[in-house]
């Protein structure tokens, strides 16, 4: 999996729910896909982006009741196709402070093996954002670290051309990180 940190830089877009005159003022500019990883759904952002013809998904990760791992493997699944075709991506949740910027941290993750730093305001963020993962892990939202990195180890070799079980990635990882004793339910038997 190649990173291009032109694309982290120019084609990801992390961002707050966008208005509707947010969307017709132009300045959507030429997003291909929109990712949604808000708790919140609303139709005539989807109608006007459909018009567009921008992709919208939903991937619901609330806050308040725990971030589903298929709606972050979904999202990265859909950010990882994008930067392989070097299509711009608007990235929100509600506020654009935890969800999205906690997203756009496990794509970096998954695509250079590491962490972005803490005070790595160059990639992404036009301030100082603090990487998001620990903050959600130490707050119950996600798995802890180990098992979120293998977790996100094993989203990235889903990616690859490789990758045998192309229907059931879910099931796959979980069956893998059953196998490595890390906690999670195989459920694919």
């Not at 725990?66 to 990235?91: F, T």
């Not at 796959?172 to 999670?184: A, D, R, T, V």
Request: aromatic share 12%; proline share 5%; glycine share 6%.
């Amino acid at each position: 999996m190649g990173f291009s940190q032109y694309w982290f830089q120019n084609k990801l877009t992390v961002s707050k729910f966008p208005t509707l005159e947010y969307i017709h003022s132009g300045r959507f500019g030429s997003c291909k896909y929109r990712i949604n990883v808000s708790d919140i759904y609303k139709p005539e952002i989807d109608e006007a982006c459909f018009k567009l013809g921008v992709q919208s998904n939903w991937l619901p990760l609330g806050e308040a009741f725990g971030m589903p791992l298929e709606s972050i493997y979904a999202a990265l699944r859909i950010m990882y196709e994008a930067e392989k075709q070097d299509q711009p991506v608007l990235l929100h949740c509600h506020a654009g402070k935890n969800r999205s910027v906690m997203v756009a941290d496990c794509y970096y993750f998954i695509s250079t093996a590491t962490h972005r730093k803490k005070n790595q305001n160059d990639l992404l963020y036009a301030q100082n954002n603090p990487n998001r993962i620990m903050p959600n892990v130490d707050d119950g939202q996600l798995p802890g670290i180990y098992k979120m990195e293998e977790f996100l180890e094993c989203c990235r070799e889903t990616f690859s051309d490789s990758f045998t079980d192309p229907e059931r990635p879910i099931d796959w990882i979980k069956h893998q990180l059953h196998m490595k004793g890390s906690g999670f339910t195989d459920t694919s038997q």
